[in-house]
């Protein structure tokens, strides 16, 4: 539960941090990226706490998130960007934490 309190908590801290000006709209944006997470719809089963998102699950590889880090310096997609890489690294932590590894 904690986790997943992180998903909303972190993007917050980001816009008020760095996006004072527009940090609703920030906050939203980077709340928006949470739905790369639809890609654990295809996994059997949906949900396994045990199991590491990093690596597994179609949107959660590793060319994806090279793809992620591109976006973050793109003045347009930055906010796409900043919301998929914090999805990714709060993954890759909880990988960490769960399993004690950084990606499956």
């Given at each position: 539960?904690?986790h997943?309190s992180l ?5 917050a ?5 760095f ?11 980077m709340?928006?990226t949470?739905?790369?997470d639809l890609?654990?719809?295809?996994a059997?089963?949906?949900y ?5 998102s ?27 960007g ?16 769960t399993?004690?590894?950084?990606v499956?």
């Amino acid at each position: 539960m904690f986790h997943l309190s992180l998903h909303f908590i972190v993007p917050a801290l980001i816009a008020a941090l760095f996006f004072r000006k527009r940090w609703q709209l920030s906050y939203w944006v980077m709340m928006a990226t949470m739905l790369v997470d639809l890609d654990h719809l295809l996994a059997i089963p949906i949900y396994d706490a045990s199991r590491c998102s990093i690596g597994f699950h179609p949107l959660h590889q590793p060319w994806f998130i090279a793809l992620y880090v591109v976006l973050c310096f793109a003045p347009k997609t930055r906010l796409i960007g900043l919301g998929l890489m914090t999805h990714m690294v709060l993954d890759s932590i909880d990988c960490q934490v769960t399993n004690g590894v950084w990606v499956n």
